[in-house]
């Protein structure tokens, strides 16, 4: 990627969108979009550029389905590492998805408790959206980035070192939540 740091990442950001345009239905295509938009919109373009559009866009599309079904007041917490055969992406670190209403402290408290655990981060990916619920209560889109109405959840993607036994992600999954109920 050649050029400043707004046009590496604009141009970063059209490849992810391109493809959200040729992967997601038509009718689904707008909100993910949105989505997208909201979720890269503060992250560093170095970052975006040290990774490849299809892990990108692997990551916002992980985050929006996880995000799907959450109950307001709780929060929803994945700790995984995703590969190309089983999530249709990859990265070489261990990643924490996190869903959970807006509220102060949530990415220091998060931040510590990993550090708690002994992993670096390596990044951090964390939009305050204003969701649109549909009528069942689902994730259907998301408000313009000045919207004043809409339910406001923090969306937290947490790249931290690779973790390769199943009880120490157990471990940091449920040690992450309960951190996030002690901040509720």
Not at 13 to 23: H, N, S, T
Not at 48 to 77: C, T
Request: hydrophobic share 45%.
């Amino acid at each position: 990627m050649k050029g400043n740091a707004h046009d590496m990442k604009t141009q970063r950001l059209d490849e992810v969108l391109g493809l959200v345009q040729a992967r997601i239905a038509e009718a689904q295509r707008g909100p993910v979009e949105r989505f997208v938009g909201h979720y890269f919109g503060q992250v560093d373009p170095e970052d975006l550029a040290a990774r490849a559009p299809a892990d990108l866009y692997g990551a916002a599309l992980s985050h929006w389905n996880f995000a799907r079904r959450r109950d307001s007041g709780s929060a929803r917490v994945r700790v995984f590492n995703p590969s190309i055969e089983e999530h249709g992406w990859q990265s070489t670190h261990t990643i924490i998805e996190i869903v959970n209403d807006d509220m102060p402290f949530l990415v220091d408290s998060v931040t510590m408790e990993v550090n708690r655990h002994g992993l670096t981060l390596h990044l951090i990916v964390h939009p305050i959206v204003a969701v649109v619920p549909a009528a069942d209560g689902t994730l259907a889109d998301v408000a313009p980035e000045d919207a004043r109405d809409g339910r406001r959840e923090s969306f937290i993607h947490v790249e931290v070192d690779r973790l390769i036994e199943p009880a120490r992600l157990d471990a940091l999954a449920r040690d992450v939540a309960r951190v996030l109920c002690d901040v509720r």
